[in-house]
């Protein structure tokens, strides 16, 4: 995952907990999508005979997943960097 974004709380900024609240409604959004993919996953019986092209979407289908989870983790490391500028 790309580096972390990490605003510099000032006066004539963005509020903090505006900027944290911000990036925990990505995370609980993407969670939302993480429920919905899962309903998608590739299915055997959706692949007669081929059995290949199941396992390689499926694999895809998880890397997905897997990148969206990735992003939830950055996006909850920024808020906490920020939270962390208050005190």
Not at 23 to 34: P, Q
Not at 36 to 59: H, I, M, T
């Amino acid at each position: 995952m790309s580096a972390l974004i990490r605003p510099t709380i000032n006066i004539n900024g963005t509020h903090p907990e505006d900027l944290i609240r911000a990036r925990l409604d990505a995370n609980r959004s993407l969670n939302l999508v993480v429920e919905w993919l899962k309903e998608v996953a590739p299915n055997g019986r959706d692949y007669p005979g081929d059995s290949e092209r199941c396992a390689a979407d499926r694999e895809t289908h998880y890397a997905r997943i897997a990148a969206l989870r990735d992003l939830q983790g950055v996006l909850l490391e920024e808020a906490l960097a920020i939270r962390d500028q208050q005190s």
